[in-house]
C-alpha cells in the first residue's frame, strides 16, 4: 500500500502495529525533488542517515550529477525502510549556494581565498614552528561526531603518533561523553549492550531523560508500531518537558533539573526493599551490591519526592512498573548526560538493569544512547579523550599493543596522563598553552557553554585556528585558515550507530568546487609533515577510504569493537552489522553479555574508574582489589544538589535541548527549506503557571538572562514543569546580519547563557543545570510563536497557535507491504 503523508505535519508518520517477538513491519520512506520524476533516477547509492545517531539506512537517488532524494533501506535491521524528517529532507543543504569551494586564509585581518599549497603550507609551517619552539603539547584537536570512522581513525594515528599531542577530542564531549563513560564504569568497557530490537521484545521501555521521537524519531516510530499492536509496552518517561514521550507513558515523571540521582536512589529504593531483584544474577554478575543497597536503605519515595519535586506515588508507581517487568529496557541521554551528576546517574540506571538482572537477553538491556551519528566511531577510534580500541592509557600493555600496531615506540604515544578532554583544551588555549586548534566538523562558537568566552579565546592573536567544514559558520569566521570539506553523499567511508550497527556510505557525487574529503585532508597533513614509523616508513601506509579500513581493522583485532570480519564488500548491498564482527562471529553481534560480563577484568579493561563524586581516578591496585574476577560493577552515588541554584533574582532552572527539525547549529537543517520553515527561529518555553507568574502569554517576545548572557525569543506556553525554562540551542547567527555573534536586539544562541562546568567524570559540559530569569520585552500583537506545534513545544493551548505544517513540499512517499510482518 502506499500513500502520501507530510512529513512535517506528521513527522513519525503512519503505524504498522505488531506485537511482542515479530518483526518489525518494512515501510519504505522516500522523498524525491518535486522538479524530478521517478523515471529520471539514473542511480541509487547507499548510505545511512547524518543528522542523528540512528543510523537509518537509506538510498541516495542520483540524477545529472546530484542528489535528487531519498529513499529508505527495507532490508536494513536499524530502521526497516523508514525516514525521519531530518533523512527525508536535509540533503537539500548539500546544494546550498554558500558552500566552502576553496581555501581561505587571513591576510590583513580578513578571510582570502587562495589553492590548497598555499593554505596547507601555511599549516604546515606553523605546525612546524610550534613543534620546535614549544613542545607538541602546543597542538591540539577538535573533531566532531559526522565525519567517517577511516577520518578519525587517521586523525587519532596523526595526533597521537604523529605529532604526539595529547590534545585530541571530540564534540561527542558535549552530547555522549557519559554514555562512554557509564558505560565503562559500570562493565569496564565501552559499547552499548543493548539493540534496537530490544524494543520488539521489551514488555516494559524506560526513557530517562530521553526525548526519543525528537533525537531518533525512527527509533520513536518503532515504539509507536509497539504501542499500536497486541500486548503493547509500558512506558516510564523521566522528562521535565511534557514530550511525545511523556504524552504515551504509563507513568511520566517531571523532576526538577540536576535531581536525577535522587529520584534513580528512590527507584533503587523500591525495587530492593520489594526484592524485585534477580540474587542469583547479582551473586554471579556484579560486585558492589552490599554498598548500594546500604546507600539507598533510607531512600524512600518521601525523601526524592521533597528534592525532585515529583509526588512520592508517582515514584512508587514507576518503581513497581519497573520492578516487574520481565523484560525491561532502559534508554538514557541528554537530560542525564548535561548535568552536574551525568556519569552518576546514568550508572544508576545501569545499576536497576543489573539488580533486575536485565541484560544480554531479547528485550533486556540499557542503551546509553548517542546524540550523532558517528558519536561511537570518535570513542572506538580514539579521537575523543580514548586510545583506539578501547585500550586503557593507564595500562602500559595496552600502550605497547597499540605501539605495535602502529610501529612506534611506546614511548611516542603520550599516556603520562589522560588525553585532555574538550573543556580542559579550550582553557588550556585560553592560557595560551595550545597556540595551533584544528577544528573539524563542529561549531563551537554556537555549541560550547558561554559564548562570549568562546569567542575571546577563538579571537585571539596568539591561537592558530583551522576549520574544517561545509560553510562559513561562526567559528570559520574566527579561522586564521579555513579548508572546504566534502560532506556525506561526497566521499566514502563508514560509521556506526548507537547499538553497534555499522554501515557504508558509498560516495555519490563530487563535492563542490575544490572541496575535498576530510579524509584526504588529513592524508595531505600527514604526507606534508613526513610522520615515520620507527622502520623510517610512512607512518601512515593507506591512501584511500578502503585502505583505511582495513588498517582500523588491524586495531580492532581482538578488542571489544573487533571490526576484522567486516569488509567494504560485506557491507554493500544488504543492511548493517553489528560489531564485534569476527570470524567467530561473522554475522555481527546482535546484544553484548549474553555471557556474563566480558571486557571489565583488570588486565582487559578499557578503565579502572573514577570516584563518581569527585572524578578521582581509581588505582590500578584499588580496581583488582575491588573487582579481580572482571565483574560487572554496581556504583552507588549521593545525591548532591546542582552547583548553580535559583535565588530571587534567577528564579528559574535553565534548560536547553533539541528539536525534531534541526540539528546541532542548523549549519544543514537551516538551509533546508522544509525543516527550517517547521522551526525558523528561537524560542523560549515556560509553563502555564509561570507565564501567569511573570504575566507574560503565548507570542510575548521575552529575554531569558542568566548570570552570563541574555536570548530573546518568542514565548511558548506548554506543559513544562513549574519553575523551569526551556531554550533550543540550535540558533546561532551565521543567518543573521551580524554572522558571528550578537546583535544590538540581544542573544539569539541558547549558550549565551549555559555555565562553564562539566561533570567531574565524564567531564561533559552542563546545558541543563543552571539559574536564569524571564522579562517581558514587548507584547505579542499579534505575533506568533515559531515554536513546532507537533512535539515537547506543543502549546498547553492548541487554539494558541497554528499547527505546523510542511505544505506541499514535504510531502513524503510511504509503502508498505503486510506480508512482511512475522516472527522474529
Avoid at 10 to 29: F, I, K, L, N, Q
Avoid at 531 to 536: E, G, S, T
Wanted: proline share 7%; net charge negative; charged share 25%.
Amino acid at each position: 500500500m502506499q500513500s502520501e503523508v507530510d512529513r512535517i505535519a506528521r513527522p513519525w508518520g503512519e503505524r504498522t502495529p505488531y506485537g511482542p517477538h515479530m518483526r518489525w513491519p518494512a515501510r519504505v520512506d522516500s522523498f524525491l525533488d518535486p522538479g524530478v520524476p521517478a523515471d529520471s533516477v539514473e542511480r541509487w547509492v547507499q548510505t545511512a542517515s547524518l543528522l542523528h545517531s540512528n543510523g537509518d539506512a537509506m538510498d541516495l537517488a542520483v540524477a545529472g550529477g546530484r542528489i535528487v532524494g531519498v529513499r529508505g533501506r527495507p532490508q536494513d535491521r536499524v530502521n526497516s525502510g523508514r525516514l525521519g524528517p531530518k533523512d527525508l529532507f536535509a540533503w537539500q543543504a548539500n546544494h546550498s549556494r554558500d558552500r566552502l569551494t576553496t581555501p581561505l586564509i587571513r591576510e590583513g585581518g580578513h578571510l582570502a581565498a587562495c589553492d590548497w599549497d598555499t593554505a596547507m603550507d601555511r599549516i604546515v609551517a606553523r605546525s612546524g614552528h610550534l613543534l620546535h619552539e614549544h613542545g607538541p603539547g602546543s597542538l591540539g584537536f577538535y573533531t566532531s561526531g559526522q565525519l567517517f570512522l577511516e577520518e578519525y581513525y587517521t586523525l587519532a594515528v596523526i595526533a597521537r603518533a604523529g605529532l604526539g599531542t595529547p590534545h585530541l577530542d571530540g564534540n561527542t564531549r558535549l552530547c555522549t561523553a557519559t554514555a562512554a563513560e557509564s558505560l565503562k564504569e559500570t562493565f569496564g568497557c565501552d559499547g552499548q549492550p543493548a539493540t534496537y530490537t530490544d524494543v520488539d521484545h521489551a514488555d516494559v521501555i524506560a526513557l530517562f531523560g530521553h526525548n526519543m521521537a525528537e533525537t531518533q524519531p525512527v527509533l520513536w516510530m518503532r515504539v509507536l508500531d509497539r504501542l499500536a499492536g497486541d500486548a503493547p509496552p509500558r512506558l516510564v518517561c523521566v522528562d521535565p518537558r511534557p514530550t511525545p514521550a511523556a504524552r504515551h507513558a504509563t507513568v511520566h515523571l517531571a523532576p526538577r533539573a540536576g535531581t536525577n540521582v535522587a529520584l534513580l536512589n528512590a527507584l533503587l529504593h523500591e525495587i530492593i526493599r520489594a526484592d524485585r531483584i534477580d540474587r542469583d544474577f547479582l551473586d554471579g554478575h556484579t560486585v558492589g551490591f552490599d554498598e548500594l543497597a546500604a546507600r539507598v536503605a533510607d531512600r524512600t519515595p518521601a525523601w526524592a519526592a521533597r528534592i525532585c519535586d515529583v509526588p512520592a506515588a508517582r515514584i512508587t508507581e514507576a518503581a513497581e512498573i519497573l520492578g516487574g517487568a520481565e523484560r525491561l529496557l532502559s534508554t538514557v541521554l541528554q537530560g542525564v548526560y548535561q548535568s552536574h551528576q551525568a556519569t552518576a546517574a546514568a550508572c544508576q540506571v545501569n545499576n536497576l538493569q543489573l539488580i533486575r538482572g536485565m541484560l544480554g537477553r531479547p528485550g533486556c538491556g540499557v542503551l546509553q544512547m548517542n546524540g550523532q551519528p558517528t558519536a561511537q566511531n570518535t570513542r572506538e577510534c580514539g579521537a575523543n579523550g580514548d586510545l583506539p580500541g578501547f585500550r586503557n592509557w593507564a595500562n602500559d600493555a595496552h600502550v605497547a599493543d597499540l605501539a605495535r600496531v602502529w610501529n612506534v615506540e611506546p614511548s611516542r604515544i603520550p599516556h603520562d596522563a589522560p588525553p585532555t578532554p574538550a573543556m580542559e583544551i579550550f582553557r588550556q588555549a585560553e592560557q595560551g598553552s595550545i597556540r595551533m586548534l584544528w577544528i573539524s566538523g563542529t561549531n563551537p562558537a554556537v555549541s560550547l557553554p558561554e559564548l562570549r568566552r568562546v569567542r575571546d579565546i577563538l579571537g585571539q592573536e596568539r591561537l592558530f585556528t583551522i576549520v574544517q567544514d561545509l560553510y562559513l559558520t561562526e567559528t570559520a569566521q574566527l579561522a586564521d585558515v579555513v579548508l572546504p570539506a566534502a560532506t556525506w553523499g561526497e566521499k566514502t567511508g563508514t560509521f556506526t550507530n548507537a547499538d553497534r550497527t555499522v554501515h557504508l556510505s558509498d560516495r555519490a557525487v563530487d563535492p563542490p568546487g575544490d572541496a575535498r574529503p576530510d579524509l584526504d585532508i588529513l592524508l595531505d597533513y600527514a604526507r606534508r609533515m613526513d610522520f615515520r614509523d620507527k622502520d623510517d616508513r610512512p607512518l601512515i601506509p593507506w591512501h584511500d577510504a578502503e585502505s583505511a579500513f582495513e588498517g582500523w581493522k588491524e586495531c580492532s583485532r581482538g578488542r571489544p569493537c573487533d571490526y576484522t570480519g567486516l569488509t567494504y564488500e560485506r557491507l554493500r548491498g544488504g543492511g548493517g552489522i553489528q560489531w564485534p564482527c569476527t570470524s567467530e562471529a561473522p554475522d555481527g553481534t546482535e546484544r553484548l553479555y549474553t555471557d556474563g560480563v566480558t571486557w571489565a577484568a583488570p588486565d582487559v579493561c578499557e578503565t579502572y574508574g573514577k570516584d563518581l563524586a569527585t572524578g578521582a581516578p581509581v588505582s590500578e591496585d584499588e580496581y583488582r582489589a575491588l573487582n579481580p574476577d572482571g565483574r560487572a560493577i554496581l556504583k552507588a552515588a549521593e545525591y548532591q544538589p546542582p552547583h548553580e541554584t535559583t535565588d530571587d533574582e534567577y528564579p528559574l532552572q535553565l534548560n536547553t535541548g533539541r528539536t525534531l527539525y534541526h540539528f546541532h547549529t542548523r549549519t544543514k537543517t537551516g538551509r533546508t527549506p522544509q525543516l527550517n520553515a517547521a522551526a525558523p527561529e528561537v524560542w523560549v518555553e515556560i509553563s502555564v503557571q509561570e507565564a501567569r507568574r511573570h504575566g507574560v502569554a503565548e507570542g510575548d517576545l521575552v529575554e531569558v538572562t542568566s548570570r552570563r548572557g541574555s536570548v530573546r525569543g518568542r514565548l511558548r506556553v506548554t506543559g513544562i514543569r513549574d519553575g523551569m525554562v526551556f531554550l533550543p540551542f540550535h540558533y546561532g547567527y551565521w543567518d543573521t546580519p551580524e554572522g558571528d555573534r550578537p546583535g544590538k536586539d540581544g542573544g539569539r544562541a541558547a549558550n549565551e547563557t549555559t555555565v562553564t562546568d562539566w561533570d567531574p567524570v565524564s567531564e561533559q559540559p552542563l546545558f541543563k543545570t543552571a539559574a536564569a530569569r524571564l522579562t517581558l520585552v514587548e507584547r505579542a500583537e499579534g505575533a506568533l510563536c515559531p515554536a513546532p506545534t507537533t512535539t515537547a513545544s506543543a502549546p498547553a493551548d492548541p487554539r494558541a497557535a497554528p499547527p505546523t505544517t510542511g505544505g506541499r513540499p514535504a510531502v513524503a512517499r510511504q509503502s508498505t507491504e503486510a506480508s512482511e510482518v512475522g516472527p522474529r
